[in-house]
């Protein structure tokens, strides 16, 4: 199946400072990635979608200019969570869909970044 | 609103009994379902998806799903289940109307005793 690889898997930082995570489909084009939140023993929360080359399109109650999303080309995402605090660690786990999938919207997922904010 | 909901939270049964995790979504027009498995420490995967067709679906490992309309479900079986078999289970539906925003439940704890 396809690869879809994150990185770091893990990242701790202080409190103020900000994370940048990589999403990249290593071995297709993703067309369409998106970022999910998932809150110790619960479901995966979307975050946002992003299409390639344009701006991202975020779920009600995701702030915008606290997750930046770039989607820059057709195998890279990122996700950086700007002036961090301890409410926003958390596990972020990003998603892809290739051109394959456009019929069926299959997802390829990372392994996911564990985020904790000191 | 969309939403799909997962009648157990955590499930504990022993090697060779079988298995039902209930699944129900509120999702309209025509709509893609999927299950997804996440071993511990692994990531995410596919188990099995259903588009469209014959509504029961066979996956990966002796996993199986009946997608019913009527009753707006996809439950996911298996006849026997194994001590390799303890996951975290997760149903999830989308549909290209929604631009295929994959909306998940919250996921089924499955604990196998050997």
């Known amino acids: 199946g396809a690869v879809v690889s994150q990185h770091p898997s893990w990242v701790i930082c202080k409190s103020g400072t900000s994370v940048k995570i990589e999403c990249r489909s290593l071995?297709?084009?993703?067309?369409?990635m998106f970022w999910y939140r998932q809150f110790p023993k619960q479901s995966l929360m979307l975050m946002a979608t992003?299409?390639?080359?344009?701006?991202?399109?975020?779920e009600q109650g995701v702030e915008k200019d606290k997750f930046l999303i770039n989607h820059a080309s057709l195998t890279l995402s990122t996700l950086t969570v700007t002036s961090a605090h301890p409410e926003d660690s958390s596990f972020y786990i990003c998603?892809?869909?290739?051109?394959?999938?456009?019929?069926?919207?299959?997802?390829?997922f990372g392994e996911g970044s564990r985020l904790t904010v000191l | 609103a969309q939403s799909v909901s997962q009648h157990n939270h955590h499930v504990i049964l022993s090697e060779a009994a079988s298995l039902e995790l209930g699944c129900n979504y509120s999702?309209?027009?025509?709509?893609?379902l999927f299950w997804y498995v996440q071993y511990p420490g692994q990531h995410l995967q596919l188990l099995l998806k259903?588009?469209?067709?014959?509504?029961l679906v066979k996956g990966i490992k002796g996993f199986e799903a009946e997608f019913i309309k009527s009753k707006f479900s996809f439950n996911l079986r298996k006849p026997s289940v194994q001590w390799s078999d303890t996951a975290e289970y997760f149903c999830?539906?989308?549909?290209?109307?929604?631009?295929?925003?994959?909306?998940f439940g919250a996921g089924t704890r499955l604990f196998v005793k050997a």
């Open positions: 999830a539906v989308n549909a290209r109307t929604g631009g295929f925003k994959t909306i």
């Open positions: 071995d297709f084009q993703a067309t369409t």
């Open positions: 259903y588009f469209s067709g014959d509504p």
């Open positions: 998603s892809a869909r290739g051109r394959g999938s456009t019929n069926t919207g299959e997802l390829f």
């Open positions: 999702y309209g027009g025509t709509v893609n």
């Open positions: 992003s299409n390639e080359g344009s701006k991202a399109t975020y």
